[in-house]
């Protein structure tokens, strides 16, 4: 129970700490769209928590969210949210449509499409915190069999033709989703918030390289970089410069 209760006050450390990077995000969007009507897509809702920020500092027309594991897409289906506006979708968004296992962790916001370096310093030193503060419970929890689409048939099947800002938030997948929106349909897309991890727990099969020559290649232009509070990781926002 002890150990439980630690847990949480450790997440709820790493939340407030995480909030100044939030408020950095929020500011840099305030200032591109002051409170202009926008259209979000959501890449990776997990429990909610970039729907209930831009709801809570922006005017929102529509978002379009997206969360493949079931038992955090029901706690999102219990939300009180304006589903006119709000549009969930238990799915993963990724290059091709398909089925794949999503490995799912005791910390939730880890879980990912791909394998897991068990090598890595980084995920040593993950288990072994998560280990002590839940002995009882194991790190990995589950895997679970996910459907993907691209998010080009999700433009395609909801009509639309303007998305301010597609944020992706896929624990590895990031250059999939990417790679999965065909060359025309990035004109529709003015701003792009991600994060990439530069550890090496998770096999990614690429580098941030890969993602920024992706996105030069569409027109966009690195806009803000941000560190993320003890992790190595970062979060970029790319723009449409077309």
Do not use: W
Request: charged share 30%.
């Amino acid at each position: 129970m002890i150990n439980k209760i630690l847990f949480r006050v450790v997440l709820s450390i790493i939340d407030i700490l995480d909030s100044n990077n939030k408020k950095k995000i929020i500011n840099f969007f305030k200032e591109s769209f002051s409170d202009r009507k926008i259209i979000v897509v959501d890449i990776g809702a997990h429990k909610g928590e970039t729907i209930d920020i831009f709801l809570k500092y922006f005017n929102i027309e529509k978002i379009y969210s997206f969360e493949p594991n079931d038992e955090l897409f029901i706690q999102l289906k219990r939300k009180n949210y304006d589903f006119e506006r709000i549009k969930l979708f238990n799915l993963g968004i990724g290059e091709f449509s398909e089925i794949k296992n999503l490995n799912i962790f005791k910390d939730t916001s880890s879980s990912t499409l791909n394998t897991i370096n068990e090598n890595s310093d980084y995920f040593k030193k993950k288990k072994k915190i998560m280990s002590f503060l839940m002995p009882f419970e194991n790190f990995f929890k589950k895997k679970i069999i996910i459907t993907i689409c691209n998010l080009s048939e999700i433009i395609q099947k909801q009509k639309i033709k303007k998305i301010d800002i597609l944020k992706i938030d896929t624990e590895g997948y990031e250059f999939n989703v990417l790679k999965g929106i065909v060359d025309s349909d990035f004109k529709y897309i003015r701003f792009i918030y991600f994060e990439h991890h530069y550890d090496l727990m998770i096999n990614k099969g690429y580098k941030f390289s890969d993602i920024n020559n992706l996105l030069k290649k569409k027109n966009f232009k690195l806009k803000y970089k941000l560190k993320m509070k003890f992790r190595k990781s970062f979060e970029y926002i790319y723009e449409n410069s077309k």
